[in-house]
């Protein structure tokens, strides 16, 4: 599939646990640009990591201590970070929490 329906319920996505305490679950994408939410249980770490994609997280609910090539900052709900291209990032729950992350183009590997 190259692209999701234009509309896609809550109950329609389906969550995977790619990290201990950590479950994501893709909203909606089209090639260009993909939606995805990733829900964290206190003390969850998005292990660090860096792709050719750009990354726009929007803080949902919770408070995450998110590092950025180096540079960590805190962030809570309604904060939000960009991560450019090839940059090594990672975040860590503070407590529950849930991120909306954005990437352009969408996330290939996710899909499989």
Avoid: C
Avoid at 18 to 40: D, K, N, S
Avoid at 72 to 81: D, H, I, N, P, Y
Wanted: charge should be negative; glycine fraction near 8%; hydrophobic fraction near 40%.
């Amino acid at each position: 599939m190259s692209s999701s329906d234009l509309f896609v319920s809550a109950e329609g996505a389906e969550w995977v646990n790619p990290e201990p305490g950590v479950v994501r679950r893709i909203m909606t994408y089209l090639p260009e640009m993909m939606m995805v939410e990733v829900a964290f249980e206190s003390g969850a770490v998005g292990a660090a990591h860096s792709h050719p994609h750009i990354q726009a997280s929007y803080v949902a609910e919770g408070s995450f201590e998110v590092t950025i090539d180096g540079r960590t900052e805190v962030l809570k709900q309604g904060g939000s970070f960009i991560v450019p291209p090839n940059l090594v990032h990672g975040v860590k729950a503070l407590e529950k929490g849930r991120l909306i992350d954005s990437f352009t183009p969408h996330r290939a590997e996710f899909l499989k």
